[in-house]
């Protein structure tokens, strides 16, 4: 696979309404030697995989094509999750969005607790066999339940997860203890999703230098309100890591993305251009190789290892999202 991989979230309704203009830059992607696009049936709606499966009619076999399941697609409570009943229908909903007779990676886009694991990947299971899907992953699942997939894999006869889609930037390193690691072992290969930071990377969060943007601020406020100490620190480490690429002849678009790429147990990072500009900004950072000198200054300004906050994480677990877990009753 390419070491870039084209993240479709913003083609829709989410990002760029404009199928022509989606579609060019999905066609700039892969003449640039992308080979590997990434989308989710959440995704505008299934709006994403709709534009995905226009732009890889008559080449599908040349591309990776991976989705994923698991968040709700409409107010059902039986339209969304990890159950046999759900991974099996929406299967069928993303081959016809997509337009194609198999996925390449389907990926169970976050834990539920409310389903066994062996449910889950005997439902995955199933749907290798038929020849409907080619391998499975997860996304954003914390190391314990990495860990607890892989042994039921293992004892139960299942397809096991052959990746893990983490969120991962310089300013998001907290899977670097564990996460990273346990991939390592279990030779489970790593797609980082955001390795911009959800933006705070992109060279235009500077101290005193414009906003993130209201698209962003809206659907996930908690990860950009500048009122938090989180925040706030996370604009100063920006700042500085802006300085930073500034001093070593770097764009801090392509320091950041040639930062996860250079971490061995990563396969390939996922870029989510909105606009052709975006995506011109982020080719050629396969080509950038970063110094141990700027990568100890890097440590020095974020931490190995440190999030600043649960919001940056992707997942919260309910242990520490729902005070009542933590709290004797009665």
């Known amino acids: 696979m390419s070491e870039l991989c084209l993240g479709a979230m913003m083609f829709g309704v989410w990002g760029n309404p404009d199928h022509d203009d989606a579609l060019k830059i999905i066609d700039r992607a892969l003449d640039a030697g992308i080979n590997f696009i990434d989308t989710a049936d959440v995704y505008s709606g299934g709006e994403s995989e709709e534009i995905v499966g226009k732009a890889i009619a008559g080449r599908r076999d040349e591309l990776v094509i991976a989705t994923k399941v698991n968040m709700a697609m409409g107010e059902g409570a039986n339209m ?7 991974i099996v229908k929406e299967c069928e909903n993303s081959l016809r969005r997509l337009g194609t007779e198999y996925i390449d990676l389907y990926q169970i886009h976050r834990p539920d607790l409310n389903t066994d ?12 066999r038929q020849g409907k899907v080619r391998y499975v992953g997860s996304s954003t699942f914390p190391p314990s339940q990495i860990v607890e997939a892989q042994w039921t894999a293992e004892r139960r006869g299942r397809e096991r997860f052959v990746s893990e889609q983490p969120p991962y930037s310089v300013l998001v390193r907290g899977i670097e203890s564990e996460t990273l690691p346990i991939c390592q072992k279990y030779n489970i290969g790593v797609i980082p999703w955001s390795p911009l930071g959800g933006g705070w990377l992109s060279g235009k969060w500077r101290k005193g230098v414009g906003d993130i943007g209201s698209r962003r601020a809206d659907r996930v406020p908690g990860r950009y309100d500048l009122s938090t100490p989180g925040n706030q620190a996370k604009l100063d480490a920006a700042d500085a890591l802006g300085r930073l690429a500034d001093e070593s002849g770097l764009t801090l678009i392509h320091m950041a993305l040639a930062f996860v790429l250079l971490h061995p147990a990563v396969t390939s990072a996922i870029i989510g251009p909105r606009t052709m500009e975006h995506l011109e900004g982020q080719l050629g950072a396969t080509d950038i190789r970063i110094g141990e000198d700027i990568l100890d200054r890097i440590d020095e300004i974020v931490p190995p290892g440190s999030n600043f906050s649960w919001s940056d994480a992707g997942y919260v677990p309910p242990a520490i999202s729902d005070a009542k877990t933590r709290r004797r009753q009665g």
């Not at 969304?80 to 759900?86: L, T």
């Not at 694991?117 to 290798?128: R, Y």
């Open 80 to 86: 969304r999750g990890n159950s046999r009943r759900w």
């Open 117 to 128: 694991i062996d449910e889950t990947l005997g439902a995955l299971t199933d749907l290798v």
